[in-house]
């Protein structure tokens, strides 16, 4: 299988010459991190070269690269790709679109799960929760449309003292295995991998908030041929299953 993937990358120039032994540094948002952290060693196996992952909360990662942070791959909600591109902090190349991630509500394992089939059973549902638990809406996307959707349902105000912030690269989807949290709503792929807890499932359409999550290279990466590279394994055919495996969906308009 390794010798299969390595003819694979040698096709598309991963595996040649001019790019062995260039170390890579990736910034990534954690939405990203269960699927990345699979396919780094693939790559990193099958060429030579070493990847430093780098994860964090998205709105820390979009000041870092204000303040001059330098990385050779970002991993990010393309929204904020567009942000940062425009306000000069960061120029990208070779952009891709590796798909879209919904948010989930989780319980904790053998905990009745509640019905979110239509947006008045997920009012219900979250009004009768003693506490719910997802990311700070001032430092990531989710957050921010999560508040925006408690108001289109009319209870932002009852809501208020059972909200707790706490995303899930810091430990929220734990909240919820540990019991501290009735309900936790985050993207899809920051709660499969947590043991202990249960996916209820999507939110429905009208209340979903899906984050569209891009990969590029820096236009003064120094290492810019083996960054463009991994940018291109981590969007090639047989790189799907694992997106599709972490919870990633094919983005709008993508036939990633």
């Known amino acids: ?4 993937v390595a003819l694979g990358l040698i096709a598309l120039g991963v595996g040649s010459p001019a790019v062995q032994s260039a170390e890579l540094r990736v910034l990534s948002g954690g939405g990203a991190q269960a699927v990345l952290q699979t396919l780094t060693p693939r790559f990193q196996g099958a060429t030579g070269n070493s990847v430093e992952l780098n994860f964090a909360v998205v709105g820390a990662i979009r000041q870092r690269l204000m ?5 050779d791959v970002v991993v990010l909600p393309d929204a904020l790709l567009d942000a940062v591109e425009k306000a000069g902090a960061f120029r990208a190349q070779s952009r891709t679109i590796v798909g879209r991630i919904p948010i989930g509500v989780v319980v904790r394992e053998g905990v009745a799960a509640p019905d979110i089939t239509r947006p008045e059973t997920v009012r ?7 506490s719910v638990v997802f990311p700070d809406p001032e430092a990531t996307p989710t957050g921010k449309h999560l508040m925006g959707a408690f108001a289109q349902m009319g209870i ?5 003292p059972k909200i707790v912030f706490r995303n899930a690269i ?6 919820v295995r540990d019991g501290k949290a009735d309900l ?15 996916l209820v499932g999507s939110l429905p359409p009208s209340l979903q908030g899906y984050v569209v999550y891009a990969a590029a290279v820096a236009a003064d990466s120094k290492e810019s041929e083996a960054a463009v590279q991994f940018v291109k394994f981590l969007s ?9 495996a972490a919870g990633f969906e094919p983005a709008e308009g993508s036939t990633k």
Not at 124 to 130: G, K, N, S
Not at 236 to 244: I, L, M, T, V
């Open 1 to 4: 299988m390794r010798s299969i």
């Open 67 to 71: 303040d001059g942070e330098k990385a």
């Open 124 to 130: 219900q549902a979250l009004l009768d929760a003693r």
């Open 156 to 160: 932002a105000a009852p809501m208020q």
């Open 170 to 175: 810091d430990g929220g989807v734990i909240l």
């Open 184 to 198: 936790g709503l985050f993207l899809v792929t920051e709660i499969l991998p947590v043991k202990g807890v249960k």
């Open 236 to 244: 090639e055919p047989d790189a799907r299953s694992h997106w599709k």
